[in-house]
Every structure is written in structure tokens, then in C-alpha cells.
């Protein structure tokens, strides 16, 4: 139970994950790939408000460079996803 308890972030964004991956798998793409930079920026907003002890495996190095690289991933993929001509 102690794993479920600390993986639970973890889980949640890789649920958004999968919604955004299957809306890509059925033709949606701009959509899809928002939904997977969205995933980005939760697990972002997830590591900085939750406790290190609480976030499992969305704390890979300190805090501020976790959240720093996950805003600059999912901004980009969002961004990309809007500016790109479909």
C-alpha cells in the first residue's frame, strides 16, 4: 500500500498521458498532443506542491530543476501543438 500511496502523482499524470496518446491514436493529434503537454505541466505543478516524500518518481533531481525542465517539455509541446499547420 505504501507504493500506491507514493506513486499516486505519478500515476494520475501517466493517466492523462494515455487519454492524450489514445486521442492521437484516433486521428484527434493537435488535441492529443495538447492533452500530453498538459500531462507534462500537471506532473510539474504536482512536484512543486506536494511534499518529496509524497511524489515518488516525478523527483528525479531538486525541486526548482524538476519543475523548471517539466514546464519548458510540456510548454513546448503545447505551444508546437497550436502553432503547427494542420
Do not use: C, Q
Amino acid at each position: 500500500m505504501s507504493f500506491l500511496k507514493r506513486e499516486w502523482a505519478l500515476g494520475l499524470v501517466l493517466v492523462v498521458l494515455a487519454v492524450g496518446l489514445l486521442t492521437v491514436a484516433f486521428g484527434y493529434w493537435r488535441r492529443g498532443t495538447e492533452y500530453v503537454g498538459v500531462a507534462v505541466i500537471l506532473a510539474m505543478v504536482l512536484r512543486l506542491v506536494l511534499p518529496t516524500h509524497n511524489v515518488g518518481s516525478l523527483a528525479v533531481r531538486g525541486r526548482i530543476f524538476d519543475a523548471v525542465t517539466m514546464l519548458l517539455i510540456g510548454g513546448a509541446v503545447v505551444v508546437f501543438s497550436i502553432l503547427v499547420p494542420g
